[in-house]
């Protein structure tokens, strides 16, 4: 039986030692959130100057300034943005610097990837792993997608071993150190499948600078504002990178900011075959509020728990009014909506339908792999979490409820939260 976890000082956070050790580093070696600083200790880092198109200053600007102008972000939320932008922008020069060398890459083919979407916490990286043990699709793991293109020069050590693969162990072991819960609720291990966004971040555009400091208003409305089509096509570039390096295969992809950008999704990708996970969204944010407000106890120097679940819930709901306005872009005979009781009961049956509609034989080589990869990691495999929605944020299911009946009417999914 998984180990029971239930964080219960989510109002008085106490911190660890580590945090305690961690937070003090911080405090000790302050950073300057300014472009020109971000991206000259990129071009120090890689020796290489030239970042593509700079559009992208803009969009870097507002991450730096959203936590810059405001007092109560804490010291490791300014290390911690300030260290991301610089790795972002290193990528970034590294794959501007291999397609100035081998232009032949943009000629690649991104043909017919299956991409899984929906809300956070709805089973959205359980099946993406899965589909990616058929080792017939192309996907990414977390140590690829966190250094696209290696350092030039350097190469497998005396062991094998990809450096890549080796530096981010490192980074998921000190991620553990700050949240300890982070197996519980979302395991970044090297070898796990990672999110596309990741390198759409390279291009200083997605929802996950939000999940990265709590809450990103500014940023926000700057997204929002703004057509996500070229950072899709951006996207798209590094696909075929690194589809150079290594395919060509069918790419499998996954992301829940791809269920608000169905539009800019379907443009850049027309022939995908999109895969729509359903959870009850109450559940969701009680999950995903919780997580972020234990982050919080490092992100603010006075955390707002009941800010943070007010903007996630209004997150959620945004993504779901989204995804229904705009589903008309995915073609009916391109997409399969999961529900995710239907999946935890019938995994195997889930992963068929997908494979039905894409038009990939479903062989038996591919099931007893996916097939391996459930009896390896059963559910809760790092704890199960334990959650009260109303002892936390001070609310009931059935209110929450009640902003997603629009939601609810459409697509039926089991309540889970009582």
Known sequence: MAEQIRIDDLHAPVLTEAQQGIMAFAEQNPVELRVEVVLDAASAATGLSDFGPDDFKERLAVWLEEIDGDPNRSAYTRMLTFMLSVKYASSRLRIQ???????????????????????????????????????????????????????????????????????????????????????????MSPEHIDEDMSLMQLDFSSYYFESLVQMAPQWRDHYLSHDQTPHYEYLKTV?????????????????????????????????????????????????????????????????????????WSELVERFLRSGIKDAHFVPEGQRVDVYFDRYMADPIGTVAEVYRTAGIEFSDQARDHIQDYIDSHPRDKGGSMSYDIRADFGTTPEELRKRFDFYLARYPVASEVK
């Not at 992809?253 to 959870?279: I, S, W, Y």
Request: glycine share 6%.
């Open 97 to 187: 610097d291999l397609l100035s060398r081998h232009p032949e890459i943009h000629d690649i083919e991104i043909t017919a990837p299956v991409v899984v979407t929906g809300l956070p916490r709805t089973g959205t990286t359980n099946l993406v792993n899965m589909l990616a043990a058929d080792d017939r699709f192309r996907s990414m793991p977390l140590w690829e997608a966190d250094e696209p293109v290696p350092v030039h020069g350097e190469g497998p050590g005396p062991d094998g071993v990809d450096p890549r693969f080796k530096r981010c162990q490192e980074a998921w072991e000190t991620f553990q150190v700050t949240n300890p819960y982070l197996a519980a609720w979302h395991p």
């Open 239 to 311: 696909l075929k990178v690194l589809t150079w390096f290594r395919g060509p295969q069918r790419w499998v992809l996954k992301c829940p900011q791809h269920l608000e950008n169905l539009g800019p999704l379907m443009t850049t990708f027309p022939d995908a075959t999109v895969v729509v996970t359903h959870r009850d969204p109450v559940g969701v944010v009680q999950s995903f509020a919780t997580m972020l407000a234990y982050t919080s106890r490092m992100g603010y120097v006075k955390p707002d728990v009941g800010a943070i679940f007010e903007y």
